[in-house]
């Protein structure tokens, strides 16, 4: 029964997945580092788990190369924080919800915010880094998400946080880096002030070796937890349908900031698991509030999983009271090895990160990574009746928001009024507008000006 339980939540999963992607205001796109030994698939959207990882044939993160030993099922980021009403959320990469409602974290539907890839030295104009960004490994992806898409809003019971996410990763195919994959966060409240904030990086491993069945790689899984690296590992177990696996995988937290916000001793770590019949952390507990108490900011560290019996787990640090525009970043080290022994060394070999100069020396923006004044593409679009414009406003804006038809004449004014920063959400009701092409203008006092084209299709 639980089997059949497990397998329709998939099946609703990759329901909602195939709709998402031909569907959504969100341009999807996923990557594959393959420079070192680490295989890894890069979403961004936020997972590790794009594609459905070994339904399509593709592994999520196979090591080493060619070998056929997958070690993710799925694994991504959470940002628990606490808004000025006092509500308790927690965006996360998948919605971890009974019906598996689509994601939280979404790119947005502009043709750019893709997964940019960067080789050492080169730089590249993305639109949201300040300046070029320049690349650091021997193959960076970029990407950035956040919690606010329309696609993300009609997520059931998903309250946003109003935050961006902008994701770098690093791969390296130098013998000492080549079993690691590095992942950057830089977190930006948009709309609040966020207390009590809470980073949280969940995995669910998936370790073994070219299993075929459904769920065959899980159950004999287990997790191990490393306190003075920071590091949780997924281990398989002997035998089993999907043989024994050479490697385990490690994840590593590094709170890159602590100095500035905090004091490092002052941060509250949690490692927990659970194994298969309880379901993976965040199916329960299930609502935002129990997640972010007893998942994220339970400062409960467990024992080391005994039974291989399956896992899930979170790791998760802080809290921290970041404002408007603040930049908090954090990092992952995705780890493996030849055997436990070696991953464990490898980890070992570049931990505590104050034994570099920087932590990782890589792109390191401070706080002047800021979000742009943008307007975005309305959707839906085309459209009968209704459609919603967005757009962010960077500082407090006088605002004009008008709509003109095809011949230029400006037909409707929808907002002329000094507006705070933040996102912003219009809803526009053309049903009394015939069909044709529409332009609406952005402007503020200021000086932005910006236009786009819109449809009416009756
Ligand atoms: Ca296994
Ligand atoms: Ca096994």
Redesign the pocket.
């Known amino acids: 029964m639980l089997v059949l339980r497990i397998i329709l939540i998939w099946f609703i999963g990759l329901i909602t997945f195939t709709n998402f992607l031909v569907a959504q205001d969100s341009v999807f796109d996923y990557k594959r580092h393959d420079v070192g030994k680490v295989r890894l698939l890069i979403s961004n959207v936020g997972t590790l788990s794009p594609t459905g990882g070994y339904y399509s044939g593709r592994f999520n993160c196979e090591y080493p190369p060619n070998s056929g030993e997958e070690h993710i099922a799925q694994a991504g980021l959470w940002v628990g924080g606490i808004t000025p009403d006092n509500d308790t959320l927690v965006s996360v990469t998948t919605s971890w919800n009974p019906f598996m409602s689509g994601f939280e974290f979404y790119a947005s539907g502009e043709p750019w915010d893709t997964v940019w890839v960067v080789s050492h030295g080169n730089t590249a104009n993305i639109p949201y880094w300040p300046d070029y960004y320049v690349g650091f490994s021997d193959q960076d992806f970029v990407c950035r998400y956040s919690d606010y898409n329309e696609a993300a809003l009609i997520v059931p019971d998903h309250k946003p946080l109003y935050i961006d996410v902008i994701q770098t990763s690093y791969a390296w195919s130098s013998s000492l880096l080549e079993d690691v994959i590095v992942l950057s966060f830089y977190v930006i409240p948009t709309r609040w002030d966020l207390k009590g904030v809470y980073f949280t990086y969940w995995v669910v ?4 070796i070219n ?1 075929s069945a459904f769920d ?6 287990r997790a191990l937890f490393y306190g003075d690296l920071n590091m949780a590992v997924g281990l ?2 002997p035998g ?1 349908t ?1 043989g024994q ?1 050479i490697s385990p995988i490690g994840f590593q937290i590094f709170p890159d900031q602590a100095d500035e916000y905090l004091a490092a001793d002052s941060i509250n770590w949690t490692f927990k698991y659970g194994n298969n019949r309880n379901g993976p952390p965040g199916i329960v507990p299930y609502s935002d509030s129990e997640k972010y108490r007893e998942l994220m900011a339970g400062g409960e560290i467990m024992d080391n999983q005994v039974n ?1 019996e399956g896992s899930h787990f979170v790791l998760s640090f802080g809290p921290y009271d970041l404002k408007v525009g603040d930049t908090l970043s954090f990092r992952i080290a995705v780890v493996l090895g030849e055997g436990l022994a070696d991953l464990v060394s490898n980890a070992r070999s570049f931990y505590p990160p104050d034994v570099y100069p920087e932590p990782w020396g890589g792109p390191y923006p401070d706080d002047t990574l800021h979000i742009r004044l943008q307007l975005f593409q309305n959707f839906p679009n085309p459209f009968r009746f209704t459609t919603v414009i967005r757009y962010m406003l960077i500082d407090p804006e006088y605002v004009f928001l008008d709509i003109f038809d095809i011949s230029g004449r400006k037909i409707n004014t929808l907002v002329n009024a000094k507006q705070n920063p933040g996102p912003h959400v219009i809803f526009v009701d053309a049903s009394d507008y015939t069909s044709g092409v529409y332009f609406y203008r952005l402007r503020t006092r200021s000086g932005f000006r910006e236009t786009k084209k819109m449809l009416i299709l009756k």
């Open positions: 491993p998936r370790v073994g299993c065959c790689y899980v159950p004999d899984d398989d177990g089993g999907d696996a291989y």
